[in-house]
């Protein structure tokens, strides 16, 4: 299992560098980052320090959207930083949350979606391709390798990636809801004729380390909670188009009912003033809080169920000594062990 960390690109960027680089130095492999240029700083100029201070990491968005950004100059944007640095890009990619609520747009449409990956993806890996009725190729990019993994929770979104994604990126760490959407994408894949184990399996959630006491998981919880209304957003617009028919999982969609509303001025930050509607249960089940042991039982049951990448929210009070933590007790608990001579 591969191991990553979220970053928010919040000044001071040099802060987001060094935990980069911190991440690296324990083990982590991949380094990502919000991207939403209203909120935070932009991001693609941060992942250029980033790689010129590192030497392995692979960076890139949780998630990028095709709203925002030209996807000719999003793909021109990658093949660049894989020339400069080595092909050592990722691009996570959904339908679009507060980069374009931010700015009074919506998320875009599925179809849309679709079309942004194959025009992203072509283009980076220094093939041709058809866009707005002129074929193009980027001519100075023919090394350039870029996969593109899409983050997905509701039914037709997780066939979209099942379908077309490199990876699939699923923003909470439930182990009944990872089984679920790990099988529907999977199912999509050989429905659609390619093989379901070529698909990369990303969770993401925040992640705790506690001391073992109850007044340590509390404080805990309260530092994760803020990722129960993030995710309720994705939950609210499922819902919007699903309705109580069953075909979502009852576990991701019960707890919104109490949703008033998000203030995206607080979004992805400890303490915020709007995700009260988020109970315990759903921060156990959606994050992983408490003591080591707690972290490491959680890798290796979302190992078992085909997850080849966790990654760490890292938008909490403890940065340091998460990393730490992680980095010196588990990764080296769930990390394969080869024997120098049997």
């Excluded at 991949?30 to 693609?44: A, C, G």
């Excluded at 074929?135 to 929770?153: D, F, G, T």
């Excluded at 994050?287 to 039982?297: D, F, L, Q, R, S």
């Excluded at 966790?310 to 730490?324: E, G, P, R, V």
Aim: charged letters at 20%.
């Amino acid at each position: 299992m591969d191991f990553g960390v979220v970053l928010q690109t919040t000044p001071p960027s040099a802060r987001v560098v060094d935990l980069a680089k911190r991440a690296e130095t324990y083990g982590f492999q991949y380094v990502w980052t919000f991207d939403s240029h209203i909120l935070w700083q932009e991001p693609y100029v941060i992942y250029s320090q980033i790689l010129a201070e590192t030497r392995n990491v692979i960076v890139g968005p949780m998630v990028t959207n095709p709203a925002t950004r030209d996807w000719t100059v999003t793909a021109s944007v990658y093949a660049t930083l894989n020339e400069m640095f080595g092909n050592r890009t990722v691009c996570g990619i959904g339908r679009g949350d507060s980069a374009v609520r931010v700015t009074n747009g919506a998320p875009t449409t599925l179809v849309t979606l679709r079309e942004s990956i194959h025009v992203i993806r072509e283009l980076a890996n220094g093939r041709a391709v058809d866009y707005k009725g002129s074929e193009l190729r980027l001519p100075w990019a023919s090394k350039s390798e870029l996969e593109v993994w899409v983050a997905a929770y509701g039914p037709k979104a997780l066939a979209l990636t099942g379908e077309v994604g490199d990876g699939f990126i699923l923003q909470l760490a439930d182990l009944s809801i990872a089984e679920w959407t790990i099988g529907a994408v999977k199912a999509a894949a050989a429905a659609a004729g390619r093989d379901p184990e070529s698909i990369t399996i990303c969770v993401a959630a925040p992640a705790y380390v506690t001391d073992g006491t109850e007044a340590g998981l509390a404080h805990g919880r309260e530092q994760c909670r803020w990722f129960g209304g993030m995710v309720g957003n994705h939950v609210a617009d499922i819902v919007a188009r699903y309705g109580d028919t069953g075909v979502v999982p009852q576990a991701l969609t019960d707890y919104i009912k109490g949703r008033q509303g998000y203030d995206y001025n607080e979004h992805g930050q400890a303490g915020n003033t709007h995700t009260s509607f988020v109970p315990d249960e759903i921060v156990d089940r959606f994050c992983i809080v408490g003591p080591i042991e707690t972290h490491i039982e959680r890798m290796r049951q979302l190992k078992d169920l085909g997850v080849h990448q966790f990654s760490i929210y890292l938008q909490h009070d403890d940065k340091d000594h998460t990393l730490a933590a992680y980095g010196e007790k588990v990764l080296p608990a769930v990390a394969e062990h080869v024997k120098a001579k049997t």
